[in-house]
């Protein structure tokens, strides 16, 4: 039997709402339910979007007030409102879109753009596991074949002029129509082209069977031998929010010996902000610490911050208050760890097919090596971390290990900016 009713509420987002049938329902009658189960008239109904039939290439939802005719049907939450339409039995057709906006930036490439009436489509960099983890409906992913709708009115002020084959970087939101793109703008870094990819990464492999391979006495003059591959070596490295007076000390003491110790050109606190161009409130608890020169310099600084990272301020580091010239005695924790940022599409380049080049640098050096996801960073698909952890007391391993971690990482990048 059919009922007609309003639809009290419904949250697009989360997927469900609340109907209020017009008049009192019966439900003793539906299969497992008990004998004097009835919902009166005006009594919130559970409606689930898959519960609703929608128009064509839609992503179903309802509006508050609107007007619907549905089935229903005994569950262990009791009744719940099934085959939804509208009052005139006509499928669901949402009269206003609802956005859904996610966190982060994306990244991608414009595949179509019309320029006389100021639409396009853009090839998105984000997988579906992402989108999941995000709570985004399988349908709205599948109406366009994951590609991502964009209006002229959603570009970015500083974007002139769309064209295909544009790398750009964008908010990402969902609505009733699929996944759509707002504050676009273009985008920098690492080309998306994945045969251009390829063959860059390529002229860099060898290079690290002989840094791989390389003994301690030899590391050093394997890592130079990489510095034609790019001006300056660059990496970036995630730490908390709180760490941040670890790696800079007071008044910039900490970050000057780094430097002087290392040989690295520059060491600096990047603002993730300004770099993806969110909300400064989604920074979160992360930082980026990036790390600039020679392969020798960037690997060396990196072991320093690592090392740093690695120890605590003493409980009680004795009277007056530390100075630059007498900082507080710390304390080596008996682990450390330290997280690389590494662009998405560089990823299986670092890891090497089936993690296999992580897998036997950490069973070489004694350490832990595995790509992790993070919410710390407002890049969605952009970014991804590679952690790197180890027992304090094994320097040799960590040293070789960051070595060779860092100038991989330095080097995929590098060689994909020339």
Request: contains cysteine.
């Amino acid at each position: 039997m059919a009922y007609v009713g309003a639809v009290r509420e419904f949250n697009v987002k989360q997927g469900f709402g609340f109907l209020e049938a017009d008049q009192t329902i019966d439900a003793s009658k539906l299969e497992g339910a008990p004998e004097d189960a009835k919902v009166p008239a005006g009594q919130g109904i559970f409606v689930h979007s898959t519960s609703i039939r929608a128009g064509e290439g839609m992503v179903p939802s309802l509006e508050s007030g609107e007007r619907v005719r549905f089935d229903v049907q005994w569950t262990q939450k009791g009744v719940q409102a099934v085959g939804v339409v509208r009052e005139d039995g006509e499928e669901i057709r949402p009269s206003t879109l609802h956005r859904v906006e996610l966190k982060g930036v994306c990244c991608g490439l414009v595949d179509y753009w019309n320029e006389s009436r100021g639409y396009g489509w853009i090839q998105c960099e984000v997988s579906r596991e992402t989108l999941r983890m995000h709570r985004v409906p399988e349908r709205a992913m599948d109406l366009n074949s994951m590609k991502v709708y964009v209006q002229r009115q959603d570009l970015a002020q500083n974007l002139k002029e769309m064209s295909q084959g544009l790398p750009v970087i964008f908010n990402l939101y969902w609505d009733e129509k699929g996944l759509g793109a707002t504050n676009i703008t273009i985008g920098h870094g690492i080309p998306l082209d994945r045969e251009e990819l390829n063959t860059s990464l390529q002229r860099v492999q060898k290079r690290f069977e002989k840094l791989a391979a390389a003994s301690k006495e030899n590391r050093q003059a394997a890592l130079g031998s990489l510095d034609n591959i790019t001006p300056q070596a660059h990496v970036k490295l995630l730490i908390p929010k709180a760490a941040v007076g670890s790696v800079i000390g007071l008044k910039g003491q900490t970050v000057k010996k780094f430097l002087e110790e290392s040989g690295a050109v520059r060491v600096h606190v990047d603002d993730l902000a300004k770099q993806f161009g969110v909300d400064g409130a989604q920074q979160g608890r992360a930082r980026a610490i990036g790390v600039h020169g020679s392969f020798c310099a960037v690997a060396k600084a990196v072991n320093l911050i690592t090392v740093a990272l690695a120890t605590d301020p003493e409980d009680n580091p004795g009277e007056g208050a530390p100075t630059p010239d007498q900082p507080a005695p710390r304390r080596e924790r008996a682990n450390w760890v330290i997280k690389f940022m590494v662009p998405h599409v560089l990823v299986p380049f670092v890891t090497g097919p089936k993690n296999e080049f992580l897998d036997k640098l950490a069973e070489k050096t004694g350490t832990k090596l595995s790509p992790e996801s993070t919410n710390d960073i407002p890049a969605m698909g952009m970014i991804d971390v590679i952690v790197a952890r180890g027992p304090t007391k094994g320097e040799e391993g960590r040293e070789e290990c960051l070595d060779v971690l860092s100038a991989r990482i330095a080097a995929a990048v590098g060689a994909t900016l020339e």
